[in-house]
Nanobody, 121 residues
Framework: QVQLVESGGGFVQAGGSLRLSCAAS????????IAWYRQLPGQRRELIAT???????TYVDFVKGRFTISRDSAKNTVYLQMNDLEPEDTAVYYC???????????????WGQGTQVTVSS
């Protein structure tokens, strides 16, 4: 079993920054990665960044250069530093525990509760 708790969301003006945290507890032997997703109002959750225990990192194109995923293994926490935020980044952000295999990310049903990010223009 894995438990995930997100924090760090809030309200920020366009061009501002936020850092989200995903604190993980528990483990399963087949999971080796954490991903950040976001869900815009009325839309499906979309994958935006992943990081594996081996340090492999991936980003979706529209956040490259603005968002940075990192991890602190000692704290079992994964971060998402978000810079130069835009109103279009307004969403609920979730972390997910999953597995990276063969260059792809395979998510699971282990989700946090989500944290709201609101960016004003």
């Amino acid at each position: 079993q894995v438990q995930l708790v997100e924090s760090g969301g809030g309200f920020v003006q366009a061009g501002g920054s936020l850092r989200l945290s995903c604190a993980a507890s528990g483990s399963t032997p087949n999971l080796n990665a954490i991903a950040w997703y976001r869900q815009l109002p009325g839309q499906r959750r979309e994958l935006i960044a992943t990081i594996s225990t081996g340090g492999e990192i991936t980003y979706v194109d529209f956040v490259k250069g603005r968002f940075t995923i990192s991890r602190d293994s000692a704290k079992n926490t994964v971060y998402l530093q978000m810079n130069d935020l835009e109103p279009e980044d307004t969403a609920v952000y979730y972390c997910n525990a999953g597995r990276r295999l063969g260059g792809s990310y395979y998510g699971t049903d282990y989700w946090g509760q989500g944290t709201q990010v609101t960016v004003s223009s």
